[in-house]
T-cell receptor
Framework: EDKVVQSPLSLVVHEGDTVTLNCSYE??????LLWYKQEKKAPTFLFML??SGIEKKSGRLSSILDNKELFSILNITATQTGDSAVYLC?????????WGAGTKLIIKP | DAGVTQSPTHLIKTRGQQVTLRCSPK?????VSWYQQALGQGPQFIFQ???????QRGNFPDRFSGHQFPNYSSELNVNALLLGDSALYLC??????????????FGPGTRLTVL
């Protein structure tokens, strides 16, 4: 059965800290791995990764995929209170996205 | 550029009733996927519509059905509502044609409460 596992499930850090969120997967017909941020309702797209070893970066956020060891990490540097959210990892397979349960990140001032 | 829109934003129904949720995809997108998200969990895939047909379906009973219209908008219907159907229902759109991408863009969701 296809599965996507995120860790940790929750994380509390102070503003300015750096965090690393993990996503491992066992999915047949892997096409891509995506990261989303969910604050209140709709998940908002962060990154899509298809190639192993190539880092994607957007401001203080970066992500990399290892499709040999079947995991991805999402790094957030110099965290801010606005980074508080649930971070979801999803793997594209056939026509659907298979989702992890998310990591709830809380940034304390 | 219009994003994904969903209606209604909130809905309260009682057990046994039927409900229809609506979704308009992002401009230029032709594929619509529906997800159910329970509190504290990741989204669960219900089904995906492309070219007005259900292309793939997740592990949801036949009480969940849908439709896609020629303008790519979509409806999700749930019959014989159960308490366990209470959740946030998310619609996501993507592009299947030239420039196909797995990236899905989400609407704000419909919060369904079944009493």
């Amino acid at each position: 059965e296809d599965k996507v596992v995120q860790s940790p499930l929750s994380l509390v850090v102070h503003e300015g800290d750096t965090v690393t969120l993990n996503c491992s997967y066992e999915v047949t017909n892997f096409r891509s791995l995506l990261w989303y941020k969910q604050e209140k309702k709709a998940p908002t797209f962060l990154f899509m990764l298809t190639s192993s070893g190539i880092e994607k970066k957007s401001g203080r956020l970066s992500s990399i995929l290892d499709n040999k060891e079947l995991f991805s990490i999402l790094n957030i540097t110099a965290t801010q209170t606005g980074d508080s959210a649930v971070y979801l990892c999803a793997v594209g397979s056939n026509y659907q996205l298979i989702w992890g349960a998310g990591t709830k990140l809380i940034i304390k001032p | 550029d219009a994003g994904v829109t969903q209606s209604p934003t909130h809905l309260i129904k009682t057990r046994g009733q039927q409900v229809t949720l609506r979704c308009s995809p992002k401009s230029g997108h032709d594929t619509v996927s529906w997800y159910q998200q329970a509190l504290g969990q990741g989204p669960q895939f219900i089904f995906q519509y492309y070219e007005e047909e259900e292309r793939q379906r997740g592990n949801f009973p036949d009480r969940f059905s849908g439709h896609q219209f020629p303008n790519y908008s979509s409806e999700l219907n749930v019959n014989a509502l159960l308490l366990g159907d209470s959740a946030l229902y998310l619609c996501a759109s993507s592009l299947e044609g030239v420039g196909r991408s797995d990236t899905q863009y989400f609407g704000p969701g419909t919060r369904l409460t079944v009493l």
